[in-house]
Every structure is written in C-alpha cells, then in structure tokens.
T-cell receptor
Framework: DGGITQSPKYLFRKEGQNVTLSCEQN?????MYWYRQDPGQGLRLIYY???????QKGDIAEGYSVSREKKESFPLTVTSAQKNPTAFYLC?????????????FGPGTRLTVL | GNSVTQMEGPVTLSEEAFLTINCTYT??????LFWYVQYPGEGLQLLLK?????DKGSNKGFEATYRKETTSFHLEKGSVQVSDSAVYFC??????????FGSGTRLQVQP
C-alpha cells in the first residue's frame, strides 16, 4: 500500500531534550512538508522540501530542524530551543512537476513535553 | 499574504439536516482551493478541491464551488450523517508551495 507513515504516534519529551519525528513516504512524491497543529487551530507550516538535499523554512521554523537526504524521508527534529513544542505534528507530501497542488497527509505524531 | 477564514464551530446538527460551512479567502493570483477533513486523532484527508473559478468540487455528497467574485469556497451537504462528525479545514495553495489553512470547523451530528 502506498502512503505516508509517521512514527511514533505518541512521543513524550523532557525539558531540554531534542527529539526526532519520522516521516516516510512510498508515493514517489518530490515535495514534503511539516505542519504543526495546536488545539482549536489550523495547521502552520514549519519546513518544506521540494527536492532531495534542499529545504526551506516555513512560517514557524524557529526551534526546529530538518534534513532531506532521501526522497522518501523527511525527519523533523524538535530542539530544546523550541519553547512550546507540545502539539500535533503532521507530515505531508505532494507529487512534483505537473499541476497538482494536492497534498497527502500522514496520521500525525502527538508530542508532549513533560 | 494569503489567508483563509472559516466560520467558527462547533456546528451541531441533527442527522439528515443540511450543512453549510462558510470559507472565504484572501490570495494573490489564482489559488487552488481545498476542503480537508480530520477525524479524532488522525491526519487530514482530502475531501474535495477546485482549481479554477466556477469549478465545483464534490465527494461523498459534499460540494463546494470556487467563487472568485466573492472569494469564497463554502462547503455544503444536503443530508448529514453521524459519521460526518469531524473537523473540516478549508485551505488554499498558491504557487504550489504549501497550504494555508483556516482554523477548522468542528461538526457534530446528533442521531
């Protein structure tokens, strides 16, 4: 089955720790995105990558880092510099080229800071 | 910049009632417009989309028409079911960069 997987589903972090959220897709999509969702709010863009070995900051990149070493993988690291990391994190991907803007989402990772 | 405004929820309806969730947008150029649905604890699923003015997107009984003159993309369904209870997000995409989302509208359908 083609799709986007995120792991873990739930993640707990202590103050001062870095944690990495996994996002993998087997859809052969070129572009990948990370969004953050807070309760009662829409999604906000953290980082995105249009091609391998290239990525750009989104609207709320401070305290986060990413890498795109492989087409199918786009891990997100939440660093200790992120002041309020408790949120639901969603990864998405989109086919490159062509004219489709549709993004496909993974099931999400819920991060809680203890 | 781009922005999306949705009606605040929750919207509470009885089964078989008519649903409208309002969505208006601000964007330069000609964005694509989307409705996504999120069930509790899950990611977002694409419900429908429209890529140009006057296009109507439809899926599972839901419809929305891209109205450039009123910059709107209202979601409608003629007869809701309990299984439609979820959070609905309106979004736009410009220059195929990323999606700009509204704040979401929670729909609760009572039997």
């Amino acid at each position: 089955d083609g799709g986007i997987t995120q792991s873990p589903k739930y993640l707990f972090r202590k103050e001062g720790q870095n944690v990495t959220l996994s996002c993998e897709q087997n859809l052969n999509h070129d572009a990948m995105y990370w969004y953050r969702q807070d309760p009662g709010q829409g999604l906000r863009l953290i980082y995105y990558s249009q091609i391998v070995n290239d990525f750009q900051k989104g609207d709320i990149a401070e305290g986060y880092s990413v890498s795109r070493e492989k087409k199918e993988s786009f891990p997100l690291t939440v660093t200790s510099a992120q002041k309020n990391p408790t949120a639901f994190y969603l990864c998405a991907s989109r086919p490159g080229g062509g004219f489709t803007d549709t993004q496909y989402f993974g099931p999400g990772t819920r991060l809680t800071v203890l | 910049g781009n922005s999306v405004t949705q009606m605040e929820g929750p919207v509470t309806l009885s089964e078989e009632a008519f649903l409208t969730i309002n969505c208006t947008y601000t964007a330069t150029g000609y964005p694509s417009l989307f409705w996504y649905v999120q069930y509790p604890g899950e990611g977002l699923q694409l419900l429908l989309k429209a890529t140009k003015a006057d296009d109507k997107g439809s899926n599972k009984g839901f419809e929305a028409t891209y109205r450039k003159e009123t910059t709107s993309f209202h979601l409608e369904k003629g007869s809701v079911q309990v299984s439609d209870s979820a959070v609905y997000f309106c979004a736009l995409s410009a220059r195929r960069r990323a999606l700009t989302f509204g704040s979401g509208t929670r729909l609760q359908v009572q039997p």
